[in-house]
């Protein structure tokens, strides 16, 4: 196949009919589902750092990635005559129009809200023999800790099983750190500190906070600010590893009161 300057989805499904084919590429024809089911969440991890990078061109090629891993599949399993691509297109459109009733049906929506109360409405018809306990089971377990909880909580909540406001939810707080700091064994201080995070999921979900966003965005101020304190005790010609911790302290309450400041 030769470059050209613009392609379709056709071609790529092409390409990926070649790379697997008899004269293709050996390590291309080696794969199956299971052994590039991790490339798909990695390259999504790929895709989010790319778009807070702000750099638009690496986002469009980490997206291409994972539209790579979506036809990688969908080649795969056409071979063993499972589905193909214009299934997973049949699947995805179907869903769109049956649950935008909105806009495709007779269902008016005025908000956001209005719009995924709606979309909740139609998904649980398609779901209409299950239990609530069944709408939690279906939440993978193959999600990052912080998003399961926050997904089964808010599953939960749906079901009546929720504290009436953000306050019930801080005491909670309170009441799981006291358990922390009594527990006696390993096993009992990890099982209580995982009903800890757990709470304070649901503290992010009352007050609208993704979980995962705000542990991230704290994550990377605190790479930020050790960067910067580094950077300072390296420059005063010291290293850090050789400071006392109330001399680190010292450069780290410097460094934050500097960045708080902007």
Not at 224 to 243: Q, T, V, W
Not at 246 to 260: F, L
Request: hydrophobic share 35%.
């Amino acid at each position: 196949m030769e470059l050209k300057k613009h392609y379709t989805i056709e071609d790529l499904l092409e390409i990926m009919r070649i790379l697997r084919s008899e004269n293709g590429c050996p390590w291309d024809r080696e794969q199956t589902h299971e052994s590039i089911k991790k490339n798909l969440i990695e390259e999504c991890y790929e895709t989010i750092d790319a778009f807070d990078s702000g750099d638009d061109k690496a986002f469009a090629n980490e997206l291409g990635d994972v539209l790579l891993q979506v036809a990688f599949h969908a080649t795969i399993a056409s071979e063993r005559n499972s589905f193909n691509f214009d299934d997973i297109l049949y699947e995805l459109c179907t869903k769109l129009i049956t649950r935008h009733t909105h806009v495709f049906g007779e269902d008016k929506a005025l908000s956001g809200a209005d719009a995924l109360e709606t979309w909740e409405k139609n998904k649980k018809k398609e779901k209409a023999n299950k239990t609530y306990t069944d709408t939690i089971l279906d939440v993978p377990h193959g999600f990052p800790a912080l998003l399961r909880a926050q997904k089964v909580s808010k599953k939960a909540a749906a079901a009546g099983f929720e504290w009436d406001n953000v306050e019930g939810v801080i005491e909670k707080v309170a009441e799981e750190s006291k358990e922390l700091l009594d527990a006696k064994t390993q096993e009992e201080r990890e099982e209580e500190f995982g009903d800890l995070l757990f709470t304070m999921v649901n503290v992010a979900r009352h007050l609208g906070i993704d979980s995962e966003t705000a542990l991230g965005k704290a994550t990377s101020k605190f790479i930020d600010r050790f960067s910067r304190m580094e950077s300072a005790i390296i420059a005063d010609k010291k290293a850090l590893d050789e400071l006392s911790q109330a001399e680190m302290d010292v450069y780290w309450c410097k460094i934050k009161q500097n960045t708080d400041k902007k």
